[in-house]
C-alpha cells in the first residue's frame, strides 16, 4: 500500500554507505532519520516534563498500548481528548501494539490464533487482546504511528518454534491491515507499521519480509532483537535484516539501545529506535558520555567540581557539577533523577544529530570509528 503524502511521507536526503539520513513528515510534525523515540511508557516520560522532552531533540516519542489500555484505559484517554491532549505533547506518537509485554507474562497468558488472553498485572483482571483489539486501542489513543499486533519469541526457542511464531505474527499483521484500514478518520490520518519477525535466522526473517511486503505498510520494524541475544548476534543479524526491507520506507529497530548499538544500527540501515535504557538509567544514576557510561554513585565524583561532561551542551551539564549530582543520588534525591534523565535524552539526541550530520558530510565511518575509540576508552 502507497503512502498518503498528506499524512505520512519518508524521504532519505543523503546516505553513506548503508547509514542514511532523511525525514520523515506527519500532520503532527516532522521526524527527522536517524531518530532516537523516548519512552513514554504510561503517557509519560518518566522524570521529565514534554516540553522538556521537546528541548532535548526529540520529534516523536512512544507510548505502551498495553500499560495504557490497563490504566488508565483506552477508553478513558479517548473520553478526555486523546494522548495528545492527555499528556501534553502536540508532536508525533508511536504506540507499540502491546505484543511485547503481554508475550513477557508467560504465566499470565494464553496464546491462541485469535490473540492472546492475559491476566493483568495490576488486579489480575482478564484481558484479550487482538489484533483488532490492539488497532483498536491504538485509534482510541490516537496514535500517529501504528504497530501491527505480533508475538515475540525468545531467540533460543527451536527453529520450528521460531517459524511457527513468525507465521502467526504475518496472519495477525494482516489482520492488523485489516482492522486499521477499517478505523474511518483515523486511518486517514495515522501510519501503520509491520514487524519483521524470524529472530536470528536469516530465511525466516526474509520469509516475514515478504509477506509484509505483500500486505504494504507505510514503514517496517525489525522486532525480535535486544531480548538477551547479545550485541555480536544481533549485529549479525542487522547485517541482512534491514535490506530486506523495502527501501523507500523507514525501518526501525525495536527496543534499542544502548549508544554504540545505535552507532553500529545506523551503520546497517536502520533509522528508527526506542528505549527506556536514558530513562531508566538516569534515575539509577548511570550517566552516557561520550567517554562512555559512568555511574554517579561512585565515590569518586564526591568532590569532582567538573561538569557531568564537557562535551554535552544540556542544561544539566551546563549548570550542575558532578559531586552535586552525586550528592542527589545518593540521597535518593527526586532532582537526582530528573538531572540525570535530562543529561542522558540529551545525550542521545545529540548523538542521533551528530550520525545525520556525518552522513550528509560522507564522514560516517570516520565518526563511527572515533565514537567506538572515545566512548568505549571510557
Not at 536517524?34 to 516523536?60: I, L, N, S, W
Not at 482478564?126 to 486501542?137: G, N, Q, V
Not at 540501515?269 to 550517566?287: I, K, W, Y
Not at 545525550?347 to 550530520?357: I, P, S, T, W
Amino acid at each position: 500500500m502507497a503512502s498518503d503524502p498528506a499524512r505520512f511521507a519518508f524521504t532519505v536526503e543523503a546516505r553513506d554507505g548503508k547509514a542514511r539520513t532523511g525525514r520523515i513528515e506527519m500532520r503532527r510534525g516532522e521526524i527527522r532519520t536517524p531518530a532516537f523515540m523516548p519512552v513514554g511508557t504510561a503517557a509519560t516520560v518518566k522524570a521529565m516534563k514534554p516540553e522538556a522532552v521537546r528541548a532535548t531533540g526529540a520529534d516523536v516519542i512512544l507510548g505502551n498500548t498495553y500499560h495504557l489500555m490497563l490504566r488508565p484505559g483506552a477508553e478513558r484517554v479517548a473520553k478526555l481528548g486523546g494522548l495528545h491532549k492527555f499528556m501534553n505533547w502536540q508532536r508525533p506518537i508511536l504506540t507499540d501494539s502491546g505484543g511485547y509485554q503481554v508475550m513477557s507474562l508467560s504465566d499470565l497468558r494464553k496464546l491462541t490464533e485469535e490473540g492472546v488472553e492475559f491476566r493483568s498485572h495490576l488486579d489480575g483482571s482478564k484481558h484479550m487482546l487482538s489484533p483488532e483489539r490492539s488497532m483498536e486501542i491504538q485509534r482510541l489513543l490516537g496514535s500517529d504511528i501504528v504497530m501491527c499486533f505480533d508475538e515475540c519469541p525468545k531467540t533460543d526457542r527451536p527453529r520450528d518454534e521460531i517459524a511457527a511464531s513468525m507465521e502467526l505474527s504475518m496472519r495477525w499483521a494482516q489482520r492488523s491491515r485489516d482492522a486499521f484500514d477499517a478505523g474511518g478518520e483515523h486511518a486517514a490520518s495515522a501510519a501503520l507499521f509491520g514487524i519483521q519477525q524470524g529472530a536470528l535466522d536469516q530465511e525466516l526473517r526474509g520469509r516475514s519480509a515478504e509477506a509484509l511486503r505483500s500486505i504494504g505498510f507505510d514503514g517496517y520494524a525489525i522486532g525480535g532483537l535486544a531480548v538477551g541475544e547479545g550485541q555480536e548476534a544481533m549485529f549479525a543479524t542487522l547485517d541482512f535484516a534491514p535490506g530486506q526491507l523495502p527501501e523507500d520506507a523507514p525501518r526501525y529497530l525495536m527496543g534499542v539501545g544502548k549508544p554504540d548499538d545505535l552507532v553500529g544500527a545506523v551503520e546497517r540501515g536502520v533509522d528508527m529506535f526506542d528505549c527506556v535504557l536514558p530513562t531508566r538509567s538516569g534515575r539509577n544514576g548511570q550517566a552516557f558520555t561520550w567517554a562512555g557510561p559512568l555511574n554517579l554513585r561512585n565515590a569518586k565524583h564526591a568532590e569532582d567540581t567538573g561538569p557531568l561532561d564537557e562535551r554535552c551542551t544540556c542544561p544539566t551539564c551546563a549548570t550542575y557539577s558532578r559531586a552535586y549530582l552525586h550528592h542527589l543520588q545518593k540521597s535518593g534525591e527526586i532532582l537526582g533523577a530528573m538531572l540525570v534523565t535530562e543529561h542522558n535524552l540529551s545525550f542521545y539526541q545529540q548523538l542521533m544529530a551528530r550520525m545525520r550530520e556525518a552522513i550528509r558530510s560522507g564522514q560516517f565511518a570516520t565518526f563511527a570509528a572515533a565514537f567506538r575509540r572515545d566512548y568505549r576508552s571510557g
